[in-house]
């Protein structure tokens, strides 16, 4: 890895750089409302608007139960309580790519967490989010491929992560898994 990234509390034993991929192996931790200890590698978001984009691989069994949340992908960062995470994700039978947000504080009785799904994952998948900015507000928008040609488009959330935030790559979940990262590529967008 670059001298530009760093860790958010260690990662799982195991877990190397080789040649080809970066292994990221699954712990059994999270990022999810108060349960916030899984470990998160990070680099600065560069100002602006920009596409960050992953190929990972999860060695999840295709189907069957349960491995339940146990995911990895992109992270789009500004603390433990305040992200966006494109993952490949197993939820009972199903393997989804989960497009969540979490935020905090929020008044009484107002949700912190909420997700959609994206396009299938596959034994590779590609996961990219755009971010821009609108009228004062920070749209992040989520696409998933199979191929790294065709493309689908999934939902747009508003978040105020501000200038300070990170890109970033999470595997978590569960212990006993690993996700092979191929590459992690940022572009400013004009």
Not at 15 to 21: G, R
Not at 116 to 137: C, D, F, M, S
Request: one cysteine or more; proline letters at 4%.
């Amino acid at each position: 890895l670059g001298g530009q990234w760093s860790w958010v509390r260690e990662p799982a034993e195991g877990t190397s750089v080789t040649a080809e991929t970066f292994n990221f192996d699954t712990q059994a931790a999270d990022l999810y409302v108060d349960s916030n200890n899984a470990s998160v590698l990070l680099e600065d978001a560069p100002n602006g608007n920009y596409v960050v984009e992953t190929r990972v691989r999860l060695n999840l069994p295709a189907e069957g139960c349960c491995f339940n949340y146990v995911q990895a992908g992109l992270v789009i960062y500004a603390d433990d309580d305040n992200y966006l995470k494109l993952v490949h994700v197993s939820i009972w039978e199903t393997r989804q790519t989960e497009f969540a947000k979490e935020l905090f504080p929020v008044p009484d009785g107002y949700p912190r967490y909420g997700n959609t799904v994206v396009g299938p994952p596959g034994e590779w998948t590609y996961l990219r989010i755009v971010k821009q900015n609108h009228a004062g507000e920070e749209h992040y928008t989520a696409y998933t491929s199979l191929d790294g040609i065709n493309w689908v488009r999934g939902g747009t959330w508003t978040h105020e992560l501000g200038s300070d935030a990170s890109i970033g790559l999470v595997s978590m979940g569960g212990a006993g898994f690993t996700a092979e990262f191929d590459y992690v590529r940022v572009y400013k967008l004009r």
